[in-house]
C-alpha cells in the first residue's frame, strides 16, 4: 500500500469514526437536557432520587471527552502504522504472545 492510499484510507475511517462520535455527542446531548428538564417521579425512592441528581453532571462530564476529530485522526494513524509493523515481522512460534493474542492460562 503506497502513502497516498494509505492517507486517503485513515482520512475515510477517520471521517467514518469522527461521524459516529458526533452522533454519540448529539445523544448525550439529547439526553443531558432531558435530564435537566425533569425529575425523578413523587413516589422515587431516595437512591433513585440522589442518582437522578448525579446523571446530567455525568452526562456532560462524557460529552466534554469525545475526542476531536485531529484526535480520532492520530488515533487511526497510529493504529495504521502499527498494523504496517506487525505484518512485516516473521511469523512467531508462540502464537499465544503474539500482539493483540492473551496468554492462556492453564488452570
Same mark, same amino acid.
Given at each position: 500500500?503506497? &502513502?497516498?492510499?494509505?492517507?486517503? =484510507? !485513515?482520512? &475515510?475511517?477517520?471521517?467514518?469514526?469522527?461521524?459516529?462520535?458526533?452522533? !454519540? /455527542? *448529539?445523544?448525550?446531548?439529547?439526553?443531558?437536557?432531558?435530564?435537566?428538564?425533569?425529575?425523578?417521579?413523587? &413516589? @422515587? #425512592?431516595?437512591?433513585?432520587?440522589?442518582?437522578? =441528581?448525579?446523571? +446530567?453532571?455525568?452526562?456532560?462530564?462524557?460529552?466534554?471527552?469525545? #475526542?476531536?476529530?485531529?484526535?480520532?485522526? !492520530?488515533?487511526? *494513524?497510529? !493504529?495504521? @502504522?502499527?498494523?504496517?509493523?506487525? /505484518?512485516?515481522?516473521?511469523? +512467531?512460534? =508462540? $502464537?499465544? *504472545?503474539? $500482539? &493483540?493474542? #492473551?496468554?492462556?492460562?492453564? @488452570?
Amino acid at each position: 500500500m503506497n &502513502g497516498e492510499t494509505m492517507n486517503q =484510507d !485513515v482520512q &475515510g475511517v477517520s471521517c467514518t469514526i469522527s461521524g459516529w462520535l458526533e452522533d !454519540v /455527542r *448529539r445523544l448525550l446531548q439529547s439526553v443531558q437536557f432531558v435530564l435537566e428538564n425533569s425529575s425523578p417521579a413523587k &413516589g @422515587a #425512592p431516595p437512591e433513585v432520587r440522589a442518582m437522578f =441528581d448525579t446523571l +446530567a453532571p455525568m452526562i456532560r462530564q462524557c460529552r466534554s471527552q469525545i #475526542p476531536t476529530d485531529r484526535m480520532v485522526e !492520530v488515533w487511526v *494513524r497510529e !493504529v495504521a @502504522a502499527s498494523r504496517g509493523r506487525i /505484518r512485516r515481522q516473521p511469523e +512467531a512460534t =508462540d $502464537r499465544s *504472545r503474539v $500482539r &493483540g493474542r #492473551p496468554e492462556r492460562i492453564s @488452570a
